[in-house]
Nanobody
Framework: QVQLVESGGGLVQAGGSLRLSCATS????????MGWFRQAPGKEREFVAA????????DYADSVKGRFTVSRGNARNTVNLQMNSLKPEDTAVYYC?????????????????WGQGTQVTVSS
């Protein structure tokens, strides 16, 4: 069974940076596409970024494009989300997820495994 554990969340001022990491365990992780989603209070969970199993393709929500970068670790059992120029509207719980059957999905329903989430709070 695949397990995902996020880390790196915290409190940061607007304009600052944070780096989230997602550590995975389980078989054939390197064959999974990985994604990041976020959920703010009272809102639906929304897509943030995705990376293909090889790491050669990435996709981003328009709201974070140019500010966030998703990457896979050298050991290929971690995926990272570098978040720069953070804004108060980026405040949310951030979740990483793994998809077995899709190339690089942006839809929540296409992901098979989820982490527990890590809180990111951006103060103005």
């Amino acid at each position: 069974q695949v397990q995902l554990v996020e880390s790196g969340g915290g409190l940061v001022q607007a304009g600052g940076s944070l780096r989230l990491s997602c550590a995975t365990s389980g078989p054939t992780f390197s064959s999974y596409a990985m994604g990041w989603f976020r959920q703010a209070p009272g809102k639906e969970r929304e897509f943030v970024a995705a990376i293909s199993w090889s790491g050669g393709n990435t996709d981003y929500a328009d709201s974070v494009k140019g500010r966030f970068t998703v990457s896979r670790g050298n050991a290929r059992n971690t995926v990272n989300l570098q978040m720069n120029s953070l804004k108060p509207e980026d405040t949310a719980v951030y979740y990483c997820a793994a998809a077995l059957r899709s190339f690089m999905p942006t839809t929540r329903a296409d992901y098979d495994f989820w982490g527990q989430g890590t809180q990111v709070t951006v103060s103005s």
